[in-house]
């Protein structure tokens, strides 16, 4: 069933979206026909078991998928010997709470620790300063914040800008909303790279940084860190490196036989990073490492107060309650990892990318955007890629959609290296060419909002996205 609360229809002009939320519904409302939803926490307390007994059948329909290497990034480890470790730190440290330091000084040390064994993978010398936080957006969201407050300080700054190519994660946009910064947007070359001359001509007496990935998400190739660090240099500006996605793989690109540029603090005009520990960090979700290279833009980052009438109150990340628990699961994961274990899996995935990406470039119709290492995006300039992605839907692949150019990408994670994998990602990828050539697949219902949102204007979008994350949200 249906249910959503009317919107205004008017402001998404030819936009049947009866016709979209029924085209979703099968796949983010699966079980809204089967089971019975609950409103009401129930009077009487329900018996172990049978929480147990839900949860498992949801789990058992849900995990195929990414156990197999089905699906794109998402799950970036997933192996059982290493869950059953998380499970085990899991009760020996699940009441901790990060926001007592002086309840549980040993969490405080553990995130110290992850900051320095981070810091000491990015080239950060002894100043480096730098927090646990719940994930790559709220490193970033941290990031932009303290530059925002650093600038206004230290050079009176009021209205921000902060220049971010096309590609950077939609966290920083976020962040532009949620601080009001203006984001100045700027393109990338052929190679999906930023454009450093338009990065350079937008710096102004506003500009508080300039973004750059490593990689970006959509199509996983690296900006120019060096040139655009320069800029940051010249200009007396930050330049954060969003190493969300690469920041365990990218130091041992270069130990796997692979050309890798310069990106971290070993390049003066870098002034912060941020990696994911619960990426190819392999710690369970929720956590995030953001880097500062001095302990001033730190200070930024840190809320405090103490005219409060609960007294003195301080956190250094978003959140006020912190739990302990993923912040001690990332700090067991590098130690149990090693850097040989990272540098072992960082090949494997290499390897396993350098594999798809030929393989892809052989594909008659099929093109890899840019140059990336182990996040493959696909486009066409010969049939409507969003089919060959439905067609590899069809065929149980979950990938993510891109746009500009239209495509779809895969982000290849420990689940890809798992014995022929990608051999079958490669088959099923030629076999949904030849579906879409002879006319044999039909759009599904991520198509057409691709579509849709992208022709339609910025406003207008945005009612048409969070009307259907409003519709995600009701029961
Ligand atoms: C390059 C990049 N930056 C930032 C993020 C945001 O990370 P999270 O989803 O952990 O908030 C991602 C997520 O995929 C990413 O790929």
Redesign the pocket.
């Known amino acids: 069933m249906l249910k959503y609360r009317r919107i205004n229809h008017q402001s998404m002009d030819g936009i049947n979206f009866d016709s979209v939320l029924n085209g979703l519904q099968k796949e983010l409302k699966p079980y809204d026909s089967k089971e019975t939803n609950i409103l009401k926490i129930p009077e009487k307390g329900m018996a172990e078991g049978s929480l147990l007994e839900t949860l498992a059948h949801y789990a058992a329909g849900e995990n195929a998928s990414w156990k197999e290497g089905k699906v794109s ?1 998402a799950v970036y480890y997933g192996d059982e010997p290493l869950l059953s470790f998380y499970e085990k730190l899991y009760h020996i440290v699940s009441q901790t709470n990060a926001l007592h330091p002086d309840i549980w000084p040993s969490i405080p040390k553990f995130e110290r620790e992850i900051v320095s064994m981070s810091s000491s993978l990015m080239h950060g010398e002894d100043g480096v300063r730098g927090a646990v936080s719940s ?4 490193s ?1 969201l941290l990031a932009m914040k303290t530059y925002r407050d650093y600038f206004r300080k230290k050079a009176g700054i009021t209205e921000p800008e902060v220049i971010l190519p096309s590609t950077a ?1 939609p ?1 920083f946009l976020k962040a532009c909303d949620y601080f009001s910064i203006k984001p100045i947007i700027v393109g990338v070359d052929e190679h999906f790279r930023a454009d450093v001359e338009a990065a350079k001509e937008s710096v102004n007496g506003n500009t508080i940084a300039i973004v750059g ?1 490593m990689p ?2 959509p199509f996983g190739t690296f900006d120019p860190i060096r040139e655009l660090s320069e800029t940051a240099e010249d200009r007396k500006i930050g330049m954060h490196v ?1 190493a ?2 690469g920041g365990f793989i990218d130091p041992f690109v270069k130990d796997s036989g692979y050309d890798f540029p310069d990106f971290d603090f070993s390049l003066g005009g870098v002034t912060s990073i941020s990696m ?1 520990t ?1 990426k190819y960090g392999y710690a369970p979700k929720g956590t ?1 490492v953001v880097l500062y290279r001095n302990g001033d833009f730190f200070q930024n980052q840190i809320y405090a107060t103490a005219s409060w009438q609960g007294g003195v109150y301080f956190t250094p990340t978003l959140l006020g309650s912190r739990p302990g628990y993923p912040i001690v699961a990332a700090w067991a994961a590098m130690l149990l990892m090693g850097r040989n274990g990272y540098r072992n899996e960082a090949k494997k995935i290499l390897d396993a990318g350098d594999f798809i990406k030929k393989s892809v470039r052989k594909i008659p119709g099929l093109k890899v955007s840019g140059d990336p290492l182990w996040v493959i995006a696909i486009s066409s300039d010969e049939m409507d890629p969003y089919l060959v992605w439905e067609a590899m839907s069809k065929k149980g692949w979950m990938l993510n959609g891109l746009s500009n150019p239209p495509g779809f990408h895969l982000a290849l994670t420990h689940r890809h290296t798992l014995s022929t994998v990608k051999e079958k990602f490669v088959a099923d990828l030629g076999e949904s060419v030849d579906s879409v050539r002879k006319g044999e697949v039909k759009a599904s219902a991520m198509a057409p909002i691709y579509g849709m949102a992208s022709a339609l204007p910025k406003e207008s979008t945005d009612v048409f996205l969070k009307s259907i994350v409003e519709w995600l949200y009701s029961q």
């Open positions: 990034g994930g790559g957006t709220e970033i994660h966290s990935s970006n998400f969003d969300c996605l994911d619960h995030s």
